[in-house]
Every structure is written in C-alpha cells, then in structure tokens.
C-alpha cells in the first residue's frame, strides 16, 4: 500500500455530555454520559472519525491500541485486528474459532478504529461510506421513537438544567412523551425501557399508547428486569399488542424458556451480543430478532456478516442504541442503508441528547428516519470547539464508569436493583 494511506496519528479523547434522568432497570441515568472521539489521520492528512464508549476500561484500551496502529495500512484490517487482539489478549485470534464468549473487548476496540478508517478510505476516493460496504439499498433508514419513564430533573445539582421533556412516569405523562417524538420526529414505531414499574403496570403504559397510536408498532424492553415465571405470566397480556419483546429475562437459556410460549418474536441486545453466541441462541431458538451494534458487535462490516446470517438462518435484523452523539448516529445510518434485511426501525437514544459534536448541530430525523448525511465518508465533520468543550465536561463530572443505581440511590436511598427485579 501507499505510504498516503498509512496511519500517521491516532487521537482518542474522552467527553461527557448532557443526559436526562432516564429509568431504566438497573436505576436512572447519571448528569453525564460519557464517550470518546476518535482520530485516525493518514500521512496523506486524511481525517477518519470514529465514537465509542467512554468508560475507563474502553479508553484504556483505545490509548494502549491507538500508537500501535502508526505506519500501518487503513485498508489492513485483518493485521489492525490481529494487532489489537495481541495487545488486549495476548494471543492472535485470527485463525481460532470464536469462543463461546470474550470477544466483546476486541470487538470494541476494533469497531471504534474500524469506523474511522473506513471514513478515511471513503474520503480518499471522494464517496459517501456506504460506497465501501456495496452501496446503499435505501437513502434513509427508520428509527424509532424510544421512550422512557424518567424524573422531572436530576437529583441535588441547581447548576444542571432541566430537560424540556418533563416528568414521565404516568401513563398519560408517557402518551404526551410519545405525542411530542412522533410529531416532531415522524416516528413510526415506539419502543419503551421497561424494567422500571411492575409488569403489569407498564403493560398499561402499553395499552394507553395502542389507544393513542393505533397504527404504531410497538416494543418493550425490560432489559433482562422479569424472571421467566414473571414474563410467562404476562405473555397473555402482550399478545397481539407488541412487534417484538425485547429481552423480558436475562439469558439464553430463561429466553429460550420463554419462546417456547411466547406468540410474538423475541428480541435481544443481551444475551446474542457476540458472534460466538449464535450456535447456542440458535440451538434454543432463544431469540428470533438480533439488534445489532456496530460498537460491540466488531464495526460496520461485522454488522453486515450478522445481518447476512439473519437471512441465512431467518434471524429479524434491527439496531441497538445507547446514548450517543451523531459521529455513531451517521455511522449506524451508513451501514443501515446497505442492510437488506433491516426488517425493524432502528433504535436511538439521539432524540434525548442536546449536545453535540459535529459541525451544523444535531443530524435531522424526518419522518421517522435519517437520510444518509451527503459527503464522502461518513458525511459528518468534527466540531473542534464543541470537541475541546465536551472534554472539558469529562475532566469536570468526575464520573468514569457508568453507574445508574448509585444515581437511583441519591434519589430513592432504599432502592435496590438486581436482576431480575419482577
């Protein structure tokens, strides 16, 4: 290869944005979300952006691998996985078979580089990224709305500003949430974090939005939150109200349990979240849907080999979503676009985040879905003032690991999580 498309610098620098109170089973989101920007420069000057986790142990990671890379080809993926599989491992996996479980650090790591390099690529020969993974099947790929119960305002902090959102923890407070996402978003799926009240209670939540939104598919996610003895006993109540059930218990094997009785399709970002994970999800025919996520999942190309294998093995394909700013939002509508059996709207949590850290602010969903953003690459330019600020929030929260009991705790002392809760 040209020297032109060798890696002359790696950058990786950690941010803290703003994020609402939102529930979720394991306690409420922290004031802060946190994330690292990735910069891959090639010696041609090329710039390729990248976003990942932001915890320590992501970062760690990312700064052992970054300086590794220098003086090797963008186009080398196979020798960048194999180089980070030695750093982080120890070993090289390149001709093992995938484990049961443990790839998830590798994955992560090469995904957030992988991104960035393919933006540098894309950028070279002048084409939008999508270009590189066989081109696009569809100009703009669906979202949905994703709802959560949530607190009026963080706890015990006068200096952070409340979101406009407002309190949601009612079910008329829940239609309103969902009225405000599918008018201003055009959404046309709803997907709400359950996990939080009793089971039947959100099941009410349930029904208060199929009387407001006739026509919406809809999902819930209780984030592995009901035993299977729980998710048995309220399968009656789900039964031709729900698109899919997302993750009710909180293994392969409580999942295939429940698929043995439930009506409508299992999904998961939980339990099938390596390749390594497929035989036996298969095996117990645990889950009939897979939300992919290019961050764990080994980047836009592992993305693609899922998919593939949903068509081989009749697998529904969708996308999973974390609090994220727009370098992963464009990342995930590139290869979305190329999915051909993208069978679900995608998820994102992009609706409940103010900040940002591309130039022009916040990407644009319209009717329900993200047009692929123009420009070669990822269609997206980093913002470097808007980088320098949210770095600054990083070195400023305090908060290096995500922990949403702790914050429960600082607004409820007695609460307790684990799993499962119901």
């Not at 498309?5 to 609402?20: G, K």
């Not at 196979?78 to 790839?103: Q, V, Y």
């Not at 002048?126 to 963080?154: E, M, N, Q, T, W």
């Amino acid at each position: 290869m040209g020297g032109s498309l060798r890696i002359a610098e790696v950058r990786v620098t950690p941010i803290a944005f703003r994020d609402p109170p939102l529930l979720n089973v394991a306690g409420v989101h922290e004031p802060w979300a946190l994330r690292s920007i990735i910069e891959v420069v090639s010696e041609a000057g090329i710039l390729g952006l990248g976003e990942s986790y932001g915890d320590a142990v992501t970062l760690a990671d990312l700064t052992a691998v970054g300086p590794a890379l220098v003086g090797m080809s963008v186009h080398d993926f196979n020798g960048i996985r194999r180089r980070i599989s030695e750093i982080l491992h120890g070993r090289d996996e390149a001709a093992a078979m995938f484990p049961a479980s443990g790839t998830r650090r590798v994955n992560v790591a090469f995904g957030a580089f992988e991104v960035a390099l393919l933006d540098v690529q894309a950028r070279a020969a002048g084409v939008p990224l999508h270009v590189l993974l066989g081109g696009a099947i569809r100009d703009r790929v669906p979202y949905s709305a994703y709802l959560f119960y949530k607190f009026a305002r963080h706890h015990g902090d006068p200096g952070y500003p409340a979101d406009d959102w407002g309190e949601g923890v009612s079910h008329a407070q829940m239609v309103d949430q969902t009225r405000r996402m599918v008018d201003r978003f055009g959404f046309g799926s709803i997907k709400l974090k359950g996990g939080v009240f009793e089971p039947d209670y959100e099941i009410e939540t349930l029904r208060a939005l199929r009387a407001a939104f006739p026509d919406h598919p809809l999902r819930i996610d209780p984030n592995g939150g009901w035993s299977v003895a729980t998710t048995l006993r309220v399968l009656p109540q789900l039964d031709g109200l729900l698109e899919y059930l997302e993750d009710p218990t909180g293994t392969l094997e409580e999942m295939g349990a429940v698929a043995q009785q439930a009506t409508m399709p299992l999904a998961t970002n939980m339990v099938t979240v390596e390749f390594g994970h497929i035989p036996k999800s298969l095996a117990l025919n645990a889950v009939q849907v897979i939300l992919s996520d290019h961050h764990y999942w080994g980047g836009l190309r592992a993305t693609q080999h899922l998919a593939h294998l949903g068509r081989v093995f009749g697998l529904g394909i969708s996308m999973h979503s974390n609090s994220h700013l727009g370098i992963s939002l464009a990342a995930m509508t590139q290869v979305g676009a190329t999915l051909p059996n993208l069978a679900y709207a995608a998820d994102s949590h992009y609706p409940w985040q103010v900040d940002e850290v591309i130039e022009g602010g916040k990407l644009r969903f319209e009717g329900g879905a993200l047009a692929i953003p123009p420009g070669p690459g990822l269609g997206v330019t980093l913002d470097r003032g808007a980088l320098a600020a949210l770095h600054a929030n990083f070195l400023a929260c305090g908060i290096r690991r995500r922990d949403d009991g702790q914050e429960m705790r600082k607004h409820q002392p007695e609460w307790q999580g684990g799993r499962p809760r119901f």
